[in-house]
């Protein structure tokens, strides 16, 4: 069975804070995807970032940055230096390798950065 | 239960062809998007609107066209198909942060 695990169901903090979103996640296949998904308050899902399982570098976007760790089973995402417009909700997502395999998601991080 | 519908489920068309994708939601959502994902790989925001006559193009650069003259309705058009266009393609609609996805249209253009 496959499952993404967001623990941290709210996260509130103050403009300017680094702050971590962590996710976790359980699967039986060899290869695999992650990913992670911006929700803000418009609605809309803003794709951020995509990693295959046989790819364990972390990466950095400007603010953002993942850090994939196959050996705990986590992609956990940080913004460095938050600002008011990072708040949203950030879903983590998990999918299989094959056509067929449906996206798993997390149920979300609402973070709230505060002026 | 969520009440949004994606039709047709699956369609294979020619290249040139003119096509239609419909989308129609129950539950009065002012805010309805489309969303296009290839297989395995992530959702990406083509288009959105926040109510009627209002129409936005999303992150993707997409050759789609959409129009929302009524609440419950957000057809997306392809006026000339193309292999590149296969894909799949989500229509969602929600308030606020809450979402509801379609069950897609599964589009492969030969």
């Known amino acids: 069975a496959q499952k993404v695990t967001q623990a941290q169901t709210e996260i509130s903090v103050v403009e300017k804070e680094d702050v971590t979103l962590d996710c976790v996640y359980e699967?039986?296949?060899?290869?695999?995807?992650l990913f992670w998904y911006k929700q803000p308050p418009s609605g809309e899902l803003v794709f951020l970032i995509r990693?295959?399982?046989?790819d364990e570098q972390n990466e950095i976007s400007g603010r953002y940055s993942w850090n994939f760790q196959k050996s705990t089973s986590s992609f956990n995402f940080t913004i460095t230096a938050s600002q008011v417009v990072d708040s949203a909700v950030y879903f983590c997502?998990?999918?299989?390798?094959?056509?067929?395999?449906?996206?798993?998601w997390g149920l979300g991080t609402s973070l709230a950065v505060n002026p | 239960e969520a009440d949004i519908y994606q039709t047709p489920r699956y369609l294979v068309i020619g290249t040139g062809k003119k096509i239609t994708l419909e989308c129609s939601q129950t539950?009065?959502?002012?805010?309805m998007y489309w969303y296009q994902q290839d297989p395995g790989m992530e959702l990406h925001l083509i288009h959105y609107?926040?109510?009627?006559?209002?129409?936005e193009k999303g992150d993707l650069s997409s050759e789609s066209t959409v129009s929302r003259i009524r609440t419950e309705h957000f057809p997306l058009t392809l006026e000339s198909a193309r292999p590149s266009h296969t894909s799949q393609y989500l229509c969602?609609?929600?308030?606020?942060?809450?979402?509801?996805f379609g069950q897609g249209t599964r589009l492969t253009v030969v």
């Open positions: 969602a609609s929600g308030q606020g942060t809450e979402a509801f």
């Open positions: 539950m009065g959502h002012d805010k």
């Open positions: 609107s926040y109510g009627v006559n209002s129409t």
């Open positions: 699967t039986r296949d060899t290869t695999y995807y």
């Open positions: 990693r295959n399982s046989f």
């Open positions: 997502a998990l999918r299989g390798a094959g056509n067929n395999r449906k996206l798993i």
